[in-house]
């Protein structure tokens, strides 16, 4: 029996490693595999270490400027940002709820692009609420897989005793309570995309066996020891920096680089702050169409604090305080609908203290003259509201002692968001509980 006979030195240059070359010897290794009953156990493991080195071999090609070095240098050719994601629009390249033209996150849609046709691991990182999960949709809709199962797994929500029967299922009686048999993700996942999330919180334990799925291609259940082969396109997500984790002894160093074939990385929402314009349309518009009410409105201090804003938890902190937004304002939203632990000092003890809160649109202003027309607004805003409580919410009696004309009064109010029917509220309340004392 003839086996397919490897070089012993590295004097082959990695330049001269080829996909035909590849492809010749596969076939080789497949007509041999026919006759695996008859062979004898060295030839098999000699078979198995012939594989693993073609692996290696197609590694180092998914490395070349085939793939993550051509994505990377692709753009530096003089287009502008704009240019190139109408480029990738006209490729029929889909990436719906990706907005903006970040040069960063345009240069991740493009490793995507590439990236999505093959079977190659993807590895995405970045900061939590980046819109990891959103990219490995696109990565699996872009793909030859799209129509087949997608399957999403949060690594760090598992249990450790239950980790081995949730990715790959288990034999009725394998443990206490495993009454019937089950699938697990990976053989939920057969042909289609399984999507590991937070892969940084997942155990040593689990790394181990996880890396036997990438290598071998087919899992045990729990209980069984009969193999099952997989074909699944694996994406992992993480917001954790792996590398130091593999310095730290906390993550397999040769799971990171099967599982880093195309690394991904996402920008931070902060560095990207001409999608926030974009962002508040689209999630005002989708939180009412849920809520099943008119699109709320936001103030003109509302509008730049939500500009500013640092956003730690990037895209999903935004949808949720505009979720919030649309649930408690009526017509209009202002700063005092915002959550207490961001929203800034009120416009009025600025205006009187003359002090500067930490987010407001003064301190993260980019030009002189922006930081005027913010605190011009703010002190309007500020001057109006007391004028209102001072006269019990009553607009005539505010124009008459300021001596402004109604309508430009009440153009102003609309303005700045302020209802003259919460002041008279307000009033009322007063009034009532001084009259119980």
């Not at 309007?380 to 309508?407: D, I, K, P, W």
């Amino acid at each position: 029996m003839k086996i397919l006979d490897q070089p012993e030195s590295d004097s082959v240059p990695a330049s001269a490693i080829s996909y035909a070359g590849i492809i010749e010897k596969i076939e080789i290794l497949r007509s041999t595999l026919r006759w695996t009953s008859r062979l004898e156990r060295p030839e098999i493991e000699k078979l198995l270490r012939q594989a693993s080195a073609l692996r290696d071999e197609v590694m180092q090609l998914s490395h070349k400027e085939r793939f993550v070095q051509a994505a990377a240098s692709e753009p530096k050719r003089e287009l502008s940002a704009a240019a190139r994601r109408q480029a990738l629009i006209e490729r029929s390249f889909v990436f719906e709820g990706t907005f903006g033209d970040n040069p960063k996150l345009l240069e991740a849609l493009e490793i995507a692009e590439k990236a999505a046709p093959t079977d190659l691991p993807v590895l995405i990182d970045g900061e939590s609420g980046t819109g990891k999960e959103l990219m490995a949709k696109v990565i699996h809709a872009n793909g030859s897989r799209a129509d087949k199962p997608y399957i999403s797994v949060n690594c760090g929500a598992i249990p450790d005793n239950l980790l081995e029967s949730e990715l790959f299922g288990h034999r009725r009686g394998a443990f206490t309570g495993a009454t019937n048999d089950r699938k697990g993700k990976f053989e939920s996942a057969h042909t289609g995309t399984i999507f590991l999330d937070e892969i940084g919180e997942l155990p040593l334990s689990g790394q181990v066996k996880l890396l036997r799925v990438l290598e071998a291609h087919e899992i045990q259940r729990v209980g069984s020891d009969e193999p099952i082969a997989v074909d699944t396109r694996i994406v992992a997500a993480t917001n954790r920096n792996l590398r130091r984790f593999c310095d730290e002894g906390r993550f397999r160093e040769d799971l990171y680089y099967r599982l880093s074939v195309i690394h991904v990385t996402l920008p931070a929402l902060r560095e990207r702050r001409d999608e926030i314009p974009l962002l508040l349309a689209y999630f005002g518009d989708e939180a009412a169409a849920t809520l099943k009410r008119r699109p709320v409105k936001m103030s003109p201090r509302l509008r730049d604090f939500l500009r500013h804003y640092e956003y730690p938890g990037n895209i999903r902190e935004l949808r949720n305080v505009v979720y919030r937004l649309a649930c408690l304002a009526g017509e209009m939203a202002d700063i005092e609908h915002l959550p207490l632990d961001i929203r800034p000092k009120s416009s009025l003890s600025l205006a009187i203290g003359g002090a500067s809160a930490s987010g407001d649109g003064i301190a993260t202003a980019s030009s002189l003259s922006e930081a005027k027309r913010v605190a011009s607004d703010e002190a309007e805003r500020a001057f109006l509201e007391r004028g209102l409580q001072e006269v019990g919410g009553t607009v005539a009696e505010l124009a008459r002692r300021y001596e402004m004309n109604r309508s430009h009064l009440q153009m102003l109010l609309k303005k700045h968001g302020l209802h003259s029917k919460d002041f008279r509220l307000a009033a009322q309340k007063a009034r009532d509980a001084r009259s119980t004392d």
